[in-house]
């Protein structure tokens, strides 16, 4: 009986994984940024933040 | 067969040798991601922006204009990205844009177009929380445009496309002027005006030392279907317009004398290289070629003046507020 040959799907070359990680950074620090954005003028703005006239 | 229709086979054989479906892991980087935005645009669109922020009455947190500017600038670049997702076929094919980064396979189709809509959810989402409903509104209105208005239906059916499509490059300083206040006036729509009729002559001017490649990507400018000479009546037509548009915010009392003298002389040497395009033949470019490089400096100077003028005071009363 032969073993069938294990299916390792795609792997990423080094430069593959190098694209990738600075992409993840990238996302990383722009969410971070967003969440910033929203406290801080959360705080500038205080309880008239909800309010959002035309 | 047409030029057009020539084009637009070719356009089809180009996308599917360049390659565009592959389903490989990603090389793109961070670089090509920012060259979906557009970013020369998108410095052209934050600058009109603030200074439709800068010219609107009433005080503003400084934070709070960040934020407005921050939120048109990534719907700039969504729109961009969504842009290039759609004109990849064509963009192969063309010199000018053959090696921006969906054409050049470093980022698919549909990455583009994944990191347009989610750029453009979050700026339209963003400025409508933390700014106001309407700037997020004529946000979302102004990628709509540009993306399905101009891009997908106008730019490969009409020799109108960026007359029509124009309108999306114009609204910027609107948005600006509706972030700072709630709400539009006049002075915001001149804006507009200003940039919608600076557009056709801008671009026409362009297109007229590029026919060939517009004509080899199928795309119906007006050189390519209604011929140079009637393009170059069009661009001094379009000319005529604009130069008095370009003075009106002193005729109206917008702007001041220094508004009204660097409108009244840039809009002459405008009007001067117009009917110097007019009066030029193919092969020539040299009027054309001048008129495209001057247009941009119009504009940036009008824009820049009334900042000056206008909006830098303002500015800074509502920074220190």
């Known amino acids: ?54 | 067969m047409s030029l057009v229709s020539e084009g637009a086979d070719f356009r089809g054989s180009v996308a599917a040798g360049a390659g565009l479906d592959r389903a490989e892991p990603s090389l793109a980087g961070v670089g090509d991601y920012v060259a979906l935005m557009k970013p020369r645009v998108m410095s052209l669109v934050v600058f009109t922006a603030l200074v439709g922020l800068a010219v609107a009455p009433g005080t503003m947190h400084p934070l709070i204009a960040f934020t407005a500017l921050l939120c048109i600038a990534v719907g700039a670049g969504a729109a961009g990205a969504l842009n290039m997702w759609y004109d990849a076929d064509i963009d192969a094919v063309m010199t000018r844009t053959a090696r921006r980064p969906v054409p050049m396979g470093r980022v698919r189709p549909g990455e583009a177009l994944a990191f347009g809509l989610t750029l453009a959810g979050f700026a339209v989402v963003t400025l409508g929380l933390l700014v106001n409903v309407l700037a997020a509104g004529l946000l979302a209105f102004t990628i709509f445009f540009y993306v399905a208005i101009y891009t997908i239906w106008l730019k490969r059916w009409t020799p109108q496309n960026i007359v029509i499509g124009g309108a999306a490059g114009a609204f910027p300083p609107v948005i600006g002027w509706a972030a700072a206040t709630g709400s539009l006036s006049a002075e915001p729509v001149l804006l507009f005006m200003i940039i919608f009729f600076w557009t056709p002559p801008h671009f026409w001017a362009l297109a007229l030392t590029r026919t060939e490649d517009y004509a080899r990507a199928g795309i119906p400018m007006l050189p390519v279907v209604a011929g140079d000479a009637s393009t170059r009546r069009q661009i001094l037509a379009h000319t005529l317009i604009l130069v008095p548009l370009g003075l009106a915010p002193y005729a109206l009392g917008y702007a001041g004398a220094l508004y009204g003298l660097i409108a009244a002389v840039t809009g002459a040497i405008m009007l001067a290289l117009a009917w110097q395009v007019l009066r030029e033949r193919r092969p020539a470019e040299h009027a054309s070629k001048h008129l495209f490089a001057f247009s941009i400096l119009y504009l940036f100077l009008l824009f820049a003046v009334l900042l000056i003028e206008r909006g830098w005071g303002g500015l800074i009363a509502r920074l220190a507020a």
């Open chain 1, 1 to 54: 009986m032969t073993e069938e040959p294990k299916d390792e799907g795609i792997v990423l070359t080094e430069a593959q994984k190098r694209a990738r990680r600075s992409r993840s950074i990238a996302i990383a620090l722009s969410l971070a940024a967003l969440v910033i954005l929203f406290y801080v003028v959360t705080l500038v703005k205080g309880p008239i933040v909800l309010v959002r006239p035309l």
